[in-house]
């Protein structure tokens, strides 16, 4: 499978914004797909994870109660819901897939890292 986010661009802070990721190829029911971020000279860190069968999620608590993320099935089809954005959210977003649907939010446990796309919010 190969993965293309899109949908960033350059905010207020307060804003919000929906950035999408399309999955080319078959995503398997076992999976769960995730969203992670890197801000220059930081190291990736997850976002979020939903299970692609049953919709089960996972956020990092930074952005619990503001960021929503949600999948389309039939479409093969991942967003990011990002609401109240801040200029500590500025990062390239990627989406990437857990083949073992563990459901964790680690790095490590993610691969088929897709391009990411630029969030920028300005202060």
């Known amino acids: 499978v190969q993965l293309q986010a899109s949908g960033g661009g350059l905010v207020q802070a307060g804003d919000s914004l929906r950035i999408s990721c399309r999955a080319f190829g078959q995503v398997s029911r076992g999976w769960n797909l995730g969203w992670f971020r890197q801000a220059p000279a930081k190291e990736r860190e997850p976002v979020a994870t939903?299970?692609?069968?049953?919709?089960?999620?996972a956020y990092t608590d930074s952005v619990v109660g503001r960021f929503t993320i949600s999948r389309d099935t039939a479409n093969n089809m991942l967003y990011l819901q990002m609401n109240n954005l801040k200029p500590e959210d500025t990062a390239v977003y990627s989406c990437?897939?857990?083949?073992?649907?563990?459901?964790?939010?680690?790095?490590?446990?993610?691969?088929?890292w897709g391009q990411g796309t630029q969030v920028t919010v300005s202060s």
């Open positions: 990437a897939v857990d083949p073992r649907g563990s459901g964790r939010l680690e790095v490590t446990d993610y691969s088929y």
């Open positions: 939903i299970s692609w069968s049953r919709g089960t999620t």
